[in-house]
C-alpha cells in the first residue's frame, strides 16, 4: 500500500497552461505538505494544511492554490504555468502539527515540465 | 535564523569506506535534526534523527553526532556500500512552531566498487 501518493508522475505542459496536481495519504495524519524540489534538489516548503485549514503559506506565487478538501486529500492547482515553475514537486504528511519528532512521509514526487 | 548548511555538495567514497556529512544551524530553537534520504525518482525518507539533549544517535551503519554548543551536527555512513549511493539531507525543526521543517541544501553520494 503506498502510504503517500501523488497523481499524476510526470507533467509536460505549454507555458499559460493551467494544470493541477493530486496528493492522497492512507498513513491518518492531520498535517500535509506540498514541497518544491528545484533543479539542484533544494527542498522548499510551499505550503501545509493541518486538518483541512492552511497553517503555512511561505512566500509563492498567487498562481499556485492548494485546496484541502479533507484530512487525507492535498491538492495543487497551478495557473498560467511559467517556465520557472518547471521543477519537481513532493507531497509529505505527518502526523501532528505541532511536536517535534514527528518525521513527514513523502510521495514519490510530480516532475512538473514546461515547454 | 532559519538556515541549515550542509557540506559537501557532493562526495565520492571507496566502497567499505566512511561517509561523512555536515550541517551547521542557527536557530537555538530548532529541537529535532532528521536527517532524510533521497534516491533517483524518489522522495525523500527519513533515515535517522536526533534531539539536541543527546550528543550521539547510532542505527545500524548510520551515526548522527550532535554538538549543541557549536550548533552543528553530522551524519557518519560506517562501511559505506553502493546501495547508500543517494542524496543526503539534514533538517532541523522545532516543537514551537507548525512542524515546518528547514531542509539542508542536499549532499549527493557516490559510493563506487
Known amino acids: 500500500d503506498t502510504a503517500v501518493s501523488q497523481t499524476p508522475k510526470y507533467l509536460v505542459t505549454q507555458m499559460g497552461n493551467d494544470k493541477s496536481i493530486k496528493c492522497e495519504q492512507n498513513?491518518?495524519?492531520?498535517?500535509m505538505y506540498w514541497y518544491k524540489q528545484d533543479s539542484k534538489k533544494f527542498l522548499k516548503i510551499m505550503f501545509s494544511y493541518n486538518n483541512k485549514e492552511l497553517i503555512i503559506n511561505e512566500t509563492v506565487p498567487n498562481r499556485f492554490s492548494p485546496k484541502s478538501p479533507d484530512k487525507a486529500h492535498l491538492n495543487l492547482h497551478i495557473n498560467s504555468l511559467e517556465l520557472g515553475d518547471s521543477a519537481v514537486y513532493f507531497c509529505a504528511s505527518s502526523p501532528a502539527r505541532g511536536g517535534s519528532g514527528q518525521p513527514q512521509h513523502f510521495g514519490d514526487g510530480t516532475r512538473l515540465s514546461i515547454l | 535564523q532559519q538556515q541549515v548548511k550542509q557540506s559537501p555538495q557532493s562526495l565520492i567514497v571507496q566502497k567499505g569506506g566512511i561517509s561523512i556529512i555536515n550541517c551547521a544551524y542557527e536557530n537555538t530553537a530548532f529541537d529535532y535534526f532528521p536527517w532524510y534520504q533521497q534516491f533517483p525518482g524518489k522522495g525523500p525518507a527519513l533515515l535517522i534523527a536526533?534531539?539536541?539533549?543527546?550528543s550521539e544517535k547510532k542505527e545500524g551503519r548510520f551515526t548522527i553526532s550532535f554538538n549543541k554548543s557549536a550548533k552543528q551536527f553530522s551524519l557518519h555512513i560506517m562501511d559505506s556500500q553502493p546501495g547508500d549511493s543517494a542524496t543526503y539531507f539534514c533538517a532541523a525543526t522545532y516543537s514551537g512552531g507548525y512542524q515546518k521543517v528547514t531542509f539542508g541544501t542536499g549532499t549527493k553520494l557516490q559510493v563506487i566498487p
Open positions: 536526533i534531539r539536541p539533549d543527546v
Open positions: 498513513l491518518g495524519h492531520d498535517t
